[in-house]
């Protein structure tokens, strides 16, 4: 059983930053993919990025490459998610999530919801125009 919870979300205005972390506990994450997804009211929840168990491979969602960045700490067992230039249409709440599946290459995130098995309980970002 794994437990996420995520902070660092609040409102900011248009070409703002935040940072969010996602902590993990009840066990390691560390031999796991790691993803960030978001969900707007009314949308459905949309892969934003991912970060390899080793941290050597990153990935994004289409709408966010170049302006957001994940990063782990795994001896804190703690997942980061880095937002520059926020746009009013990354306004959502945010969730991590841990995929378990035991992948033959180390070099390989998955970008569907279903791969992932724990998520967090989200935190809200708004971001004004």
């Known amino acids: 059983q794994v437990s996420l919870v995520e902070s660092g979300g609040g409102l900011v205005q248009a070409g703002g930053s935040l940072r969010l972390s996602c902590a993990a506990s009840?066990?390691?994450?560390?031999?796991?993919?790691m993803g960030w997804f978001r969900q707007a009211q009314g949308k459905e929840r949309e892969f934003v990025a991912a970060?390899?168990?080793?941290?050597?491979?990153?990935g994004y969602g289409d709408s966010v490459k170049g302006r957001f960045s994940v990063s782990r700490d795994n001896p804190e067992n703690t997942v980061y998610l880095q937002m520059t230039s926020l746009k009013p249409e990354d306004t959502a709440v945010y969730y991590c999530a841990v995929d378990q599946t035991r992948y033959r290459s180390s070099y390989y995130y998955s970008q569907r919801r279903d791969s992932y098995t724990y998520w967090g309980q989200g935190t809200q970002v708004t971001v004004s125009s």
């Open positions: 009840g066990r390691t994450v560390s031999s796991y993919v």
């Open positions: 970060i390899t168990r080793s941290g050597d491979l990153t």
